[in-house]
């Protein structure tokens, strides 16, 4: 609780104790008015100085205006009690409110305790802090295990683990060792780091998330826009209706104006607008930070609402639905064993970096007696000839086993495909692929399950492999051999398709996809712990890199969307009822408390619901 809501808190409890006072010496008229309006002015003095403070700057009909003149008015007509009472609990309500936006504001919050207060450098021998914002690109840090690493870098020295939670949403904690890069933002947990910064703290990943963060709240929807414009023009009108009320009828049929004046009074405190002013934008507030729970950012309500409405999803495959990272997928061994195939592979790709060789000895997974090898020849275009235990080993394309007249098989497998032969003997053959995600298919199924019409693949891979990608998760389409700009005409073509209401999603990696991203109704980016393209060019991040979890996002966005809905109808519904109730006589002040505070705090506690996420829900179903 902080300690403005502690004060006002504190005004609530006295004006409470003065107010049940001024009930018990309700016999003695004088002790009894001097009490109520002590406490009038104890709990009530702030809503008049904002009132007049905004008439002052040309902002009049606000809800500040509302409640004095409603308040002022009933102590003027002799309504001493009721008009401290709705004073009183609107002070409650707006005491819960703040309450409330606090509370929403934690799970986002949370993310802003990433940012670092300083950074360890060495000077004479010694550690000193000094500001993340003057370690210039190139400097060595050190990160002492429980601190926050305050730059982005690479690490020269030192392994330990790193909590990326607050990042990611993620509780296991991730390796770190020398020359790995490292994103400010994280907690290193173990051993002593030492990184050298490759940004400086203004372009560094925690700058970046917090500036998005931030600013989230500027974007706002459709229906927090409608709210904002429907107050207004409400207010003034509710005001001059309320005048209308107390002039008119009296002067008509020439009843008592007091009697008219009240129901006036009683008109203005029902008509306050608070409940769609707070619980609206804290429904939207609510599910960005129920968003960053799970790992996913949301750069504004706009998104959300958006994102509820999706009916096509478009996927980039590489980086996105693939790892982008060859792997061994298949081994077809003739007349030899599996383990010795892959043996001999590894051993011929030994000398080489290739992303191809790396995979097949990544497979291997054994250390390589370089011992064993005698001599390596790479025939250029074709692959390599290599003598291993003093045995020829050829590995490499089909066209090198034509080339040494080799009898082979060919294989019609789709992906990359190294062909092996000992000592002129064909050996079999070994597929390498580009990995599919691990959640990839469940992020297909789960989009199905949400009721997306249409899944779309749009890669620059050929058509074999990408189709096939495309078949393994049940994609509805796939585009194939696409340049940056044949991509762009896709999503041109796939927006026409859909139906008035129905969003496209393009989901990519932020690298190469920036001009798609900015296409799409939503563009959706891997994070992949903040990766700078996809943090600029996209309006949701997926800090986990998980496609899976834009099922997830899309449920707290409908869900967020419902609730905000629900308080409009609800809100406006009592209101029209209470008013109607009020200009008739039927509704006194304790019958506009209900309809001003009661339904701000029932609309209050149903928006709350937005930050509820289980994370059960979305990562495991």
Same mark, same amino acid.
């Given at each position: 609780?902080?300690?403005?809501?502690?004060?006002?808190?504190?005004?609530?409890?006295?004006?409470?104790?003065?107010?049940?006072?001024?009930?018990? /010496?309700?016999? +003695?008229?004088?002790?009894?008015?001097?009490?109520?309006?002590?406490?009038?002015?104890?709990?009530?003095?702030?809503?008049?100085?904002?009132?007049?403070?905004?008439?002052?700057?040309?902002?009049?009909?606000?809800?500040?205006?509302?409640?004095?003149?409603?308040?002022?008015?009933?102590?003027?007509?002799?309504?001493?009690?009721?008009?401290?009472?709705?004073?009183?609990?609107?002070?409650?309500?707006?005491? /819960?409110?703040?309450?409330?936006?606090?509370?929403?504001?934690?799970?986002?919050?949370?993310?802003?305790?990433?940012?670092?207060?300083?950074?360890?450098?060495? +000077?004479? @021998?010694?550690?000193?802090?000094?500001?993340?914002?003057?370690?210039?690109?190139?400097?060595?840090?050190?990160?002492?295990? *429980?601190?926050?690493?305050?730059?982005?870098?690479?690490?020269?020295?030192?392994?330990?683990?790193?909590?990326?939670?607050?990042?990611?949403?993620?509780?296991?904690?991730?390796e770190a060792l020398p020359?790995?890069?490292?994103?400010? *933002?994280?907690?290193?947990?173990?051993?002593?780091?030492?990184?050298?910064?490759?940004?400086?703290?203004?372009?560094?990943?925690?700058?970046?998330?917090?500036?998005?963060?931030?600013?989230?709240?500027?974007?706002?929807?459709?229906?927090?826009?409608?709210?904002?414009?429907?107050?207004?023009?409400?207010?003034?009108?509710?005001?001059?209706?309320?005048?209308?009320?107390?002039?008119?009828?009296?002067?008509?049929?020439?009843?008592?104006?007091?009697?008219?004046?009240?129901?006036?009074?009683?008109?203005?405190?029902?008509?306050?607008?608070?409940?769609?002013?707070?619980?609206?934008?804290?429904?939207?507030?609510?599910?960005?930070?129920?968003?960053?729970?799970?790992?996913?950012?949301?750069?504004? #309500?706009?998104?959300?609402?958006?994102?509820? #409405?999706?009916?096509?999803?478009?996927?980039?495959?590489?980086?996105?639905?693939?790892?982008?990272?060859?792997?061994?997928?298949?081994?077809?061994?003739?007349?030899?064993?599996?383990?010795?195939?892959?043996?001999?592979?590894?051993?011929?790709?030994?000398?080489?970096?290739?992303?191809?060789?790396?995979?097949?000895?990544?497979?291997? @997974?054994?250390?390589?007696?370089?011992?064993?090898?005698?001599?390596?020849?790479?025939?250029?275009?074709?692959?390599?000839? %290599?003598?291993?235990?003093?045995?020829?080993?050829?590995?490499?394309?089909?066209?090198?086993?034509?080339?040494?007249?080799?009898?082979?098989?060919?294989?019609?497998?789709?992906?990359?495909?190294?062909?092996?032969?000992?000592?002129?003997?064909?050996? @079999?053959?070994?597929?390498?692929?580009?990995?599919?995600?691990?959640?990839?298919?469940?992020?297909? =199924?789960?989009?199905?399950?949400? $009721?997306?019409?249409?899944?779309?693949?749009?890669?620059?891979?050929?058509?074999?492999?990408?189709?096939?990608?495309?078949?393994?998760?049940?994609? =509805? +389409?796939?585009?194939?051999?696409?340049?940056?700009a044949d991509k762009v005409?896709r999503v041109e073509e796939?927006? %026409?398709?859909?139906?008035?209401? $129905?969003?496209?999603?393009?989901?990519?990696?932020?690298?190469?996809?920036?001009?798609?991203?900015?296409?799409?109704?939503?563009?959706?980016?891997? *994070?992949?712990?903040?990766?700078?393209?996809?943090?600029?060019?996209?309006?949701?991040?997926?800090?986990?890199?998980?496609?899976?979890?834009?099922?997830?996002?899309?449920?707290?966005?409908?869900?967020?969307?419902?609730?905000?809905?629900?308080?409009?109808?609800?809100?406006?519904?009592?209101?029209?009822?209470?008013?109607?109730?009020?200009?008739?006589?039927?509704?006194?002040?304790?019958?506009?408390?209900?309809?001003?505070?009661?339904?701000?705090?029932?609309?209050?506690?149903?928006?709350?619901?937005?930050?509820?996420?289980?994370?059960?829900?979305?990562?495991?179903?």
């Amino acid at each position: 609780m902080t300690r403005k809501q502690k004060r006002l808190l504190l005004r609530i409890i006295v004006a409470t104790i003065l107010f049940i006072s001024g009930k018990v /010496f309700s016999v +003695q008229e004088p002790i009894e008015i001097g009490i109520f309006l002590v406490c009038y002015t104890v709990v009530g003095w702030d809503i008049i100085w904002k009132a007049i403070t905004n008439i002052l700057h040309g902002q009049v009909f606000d809800e500040n205006f509302l409640m004095t003149i409603a308040t002022l008015g009933a102590l003027i007509l002799g309504e001493y009690s009721e008009g401290v009472a709705v004073m009183l609990f609107y002070q409650v309500g707006e005491w /819960f409110q703040s309450y409330a936006v606090s509370k929403s504001r934690k799970s986002i919050a949370s993310l802003m305790d990433i940012r670092p207060d300083y950074a360890n450098i060495e +000077q004479d @021998g010694k550690l000193i802090q000094v500001d993340p914002d003057e370690v210039p690109i190139g400097s060595s840090i050190i990160v002492k295990p *429980g601190e926050r690493i305050p730059l982005d870098g690479t690490i020269i020295k030192g392994s330990s683990s790193l909590d990326t939670s607050a990042l990611t949403g993620e509780s296991m904690p991730r390796e770190a060792l020398p020359g790995m890069d490292v994103i400010s *933002g994280c907690i290193n947990q173990t051993g002593i780091l030492t990184i050298r910064t490759t940004k400086e703290f203004g372009e560094s990943t925690v700058a970046k998330i917090l500036d998005l963060v931030e600013n989230a709240s500027d974007k706002k929807g459709k229906t927090e826009n409608f709210i904002t414009r429907f107050a207004r023009y409400y207010t003034p009108a509710v005001v001059f209706a309320a005048l209308v009320l107390a002039l008119l009828p009296p002067l008509i049929t020439g009843q008592d104006f007091g009697t008219w004046v009240y129901r006036a009074l009683t008109f203005l405190v029902i008509s306050c607008p608070c409940a769609l002013v707070i619980s609206i934008p804290l429904s939207f507030f609510g599910g960005i930070g129920g968003a960053s729970k799970i790992g996913v950012l949301v750069k504004g #309500s706009n998104y959300l609402e958006s994102l509820a #409405s999706a009916e096509t999803v478009v996927f980039d495959k590489t980086g996105t639905l693939t790892k982008g990272a060859f792997a061994v997928s298949e081994l077809h061994p003739v007349n030899v064993q599996k383990e010795r195939l892959l043996e001999l592979a590894a051993y011929a790709e030994d000398y080489s970096t290739h992303p191809i060789s790396l995979s097949i000895k990544k497979a291997y @997974g054994k250390k390589i007696n370089s011992n064993r090898i005698s001599s390596v020849q790479e025939i250029p275009g074709h692959g390599v000839c %290599a003598v291993i235990d003093g045995k020829s080993v050829l590995a490499g394309n089909a066209k090198l086993m034509e080339k040494e007249n080799i009898r082979y098989t060919d294989s019609s497998t789709i992906g990359t495909v190294i062909y092996l032969a000992c000592d002129r003997k064909y050996l @079999g053959c070994i597929v390498i692929e580009d990995e599919l995600k691990p959640d990839a298919q469940k992020a297909v =199924d789960l989009l199905k399950d949400e $009721g997306i019409r249409k899944t779309v693949m749009l890669t620059g891979d050929s058509d074999a492999v990408g189709k096939k990608v495309a078949n393994r998760l049940g994609l =509805d +389409q796939a585009y194939t051999e696409l340049l940056p700009a044949d991509k762009v005409e896709r999503v041109e073509e796939l927006l %026409a398709q859909k139906s008035e209401k $129905g969003k496209l999603l393009f989901v990519g990696d932020g690298i190469n996809d920036a001009p798609v991203l900015a296409r799409a109704d939503v563009g959706i980016a891997m *994070g992949g712990l903040g990766s700078d393209a996809a943090i600029e060019a996209a309006d949701v991040v997926l800090m986990t890199d998980e496609p899976s979890k834009i099922a997830s996002v899309m449920k707290i966005a409908r869900k967020t969307l419902r609730i905000a809905n629900q308080n409009i109808i609800f809100a406006l519904g009592i209101k029209f009822i209470v008013l109607i109730l009020g200009a008739f006589g039927y509704a006194n002040m304790w019958a506009a408390v209900f309809a001003d505070v009661g339904v701000s705090v029932i609309a209050i506690l149903n928006a709350i619901r937005a930050m509820r996420v289980r994370k059960f829900v979305f990562v495991e179903e």
